[in-house]
Structures are given as C-alpha cells and as structure tokens.
C-alpha cells in the first residue's frame, strides 16, 4: 500500500545517501559524537548518568558501540537505571557511587534533571586516575547544565554541552537541505512505482474492500437516537 511503499522509499533514500548520517536530535548526535570518539580512541567504557528519556534515546543510538564496551548507568532511582541498563546490557549504580564509574569510564553522557552541576573541576580532579594520560570525554545533556565548564581545565579532559550538540544539528539541517537534490530522483522513481501499482489495481475489488470496511465501521457505531 501507499505508507509501505512511503517507508520503502524513506529507508532507501537513507542508505543510498548521506542523510541518514546526518543526526539532528540530541540523543542521536550525542550518539554520532561518541561514534566518532570510538573511531580516534577505541574507548572501554561508558558512563551514562541518568536514565530518562533523552538517555535512553541515547542508547537506543548506541546499541552497536554499548554492546562492545562497559556500560554503567547511574540515576537517582535505581530500579529506573536497573532497568536501562539491563536493556543494553549493562550494570547499574546509585547516584551516590558515581565515581567508581567516573574513574573507569572514557566517555561519560550526562542527562540528569538537577539545578546546579553534579560534576565538578574538584570531582574530578580527585579521581585516583585522572593523571593515567588516557583521555577521558564528557557529554553534557543536561539543561541546566550537569557538568561545570571548568573541568575542561583538567588533563585529558574533553567537554561537549549542548551548545556543541546544537551547533552540530545545524549543520546537519543545512547539509540535509544541500542533499534534497540528491534524494529527488529516489522520490520520484518511488512515485512511478506507486503509479504502476495503482494502475494494476482492481478497481471494482478495491472500491468493494473500502465499502466493506466502511460497513463495518458504521455497524460498530453506537445508536446516537437510542
């Protein structure tokens, strides 16, 4: 039918073109950012803080690269982080243990719902492995923000906000609008499909299925008169 051949369409233009490379929501280009840190650095272990909406979105993008490393996640309620991270394969910590984490972790995703920073230039400057000369890569999610700029100071230590995130999905909108062109000739030929498959329809068949349907729906109506 006409949504299938929709989908089918959307799916092919996505991998016969950049677009699908091209994220621009939060959890998917904090997704994208840490495929390209796996690339340059092959980390062991992810941390994620958090564990609602946008970190689970984020996840969900991560599935390939979390099934490869150690996955911790760390929420204020542990059940919710029992459950997230037991859905990719990870272990789960209260909130209070997140230093055990931050320690190990290369990359560390915060999405926390909180007024003031939980992570400082003190916090981690007091991690026994902060000096080890492995980078650690911070991803702040949070609005407020979770992660004070200053631990950017730190050796080794990379900070992403959303003002970063934000900057990336522009210019992701703006390579996506460059890529129309590029995706015009897939949209069309899907079209030419449709039109020949509407073509060899039965049409008597077809209005007699809608009919029928239509029958159905109106049997199922409450008597308004009753």
Known sequence: GLFQRSFAVA??????????????????????????IFGANQPQAIMML????????????LRDEASRVELTVCNRTLD????????????????????????????IICSLSCESPVISRERIAALPGIHSGRPKFFIDLGVPRNIAPEISDCEDVYLYDMDDLKRIAEENLEARAKLVEECEPY????????????QG??????????????????????????
């Open 11 to 36: 799916k092919r233009v996505r991998h016969q073109t950049r677009l699908g490379q091209l994220p621009t929501s939060v959890g998917s280009v904090a997704a994208k950012l840490v495929q390209q």
């Open 50 to 61: 958090g564990a609602g909406e946008i970190a689970e979105a984020t996840l969900r993008y």
């Open 80 to 107: 919710k982080a029992v459950q997230l991270a037991a859905a990719h394969g990870g272990i789960a910590r209260p909130l209070e243990e997140m230093d055990l984490g931050l320690d190990r972790a290369d990359i």
């Open 187 to 198: 949209i069309v030929a899907g079209l030419e499909e449709f039109q020949h498959w509407i």
């Open 201 to 226: 329809l039965d049409s008597h068949a077809l209005i007699g299925e809608v009919q029928s349907h239509i029958f159905i729906m109106l049997a199922a109506q409450p008597n308004v008169s009753e």
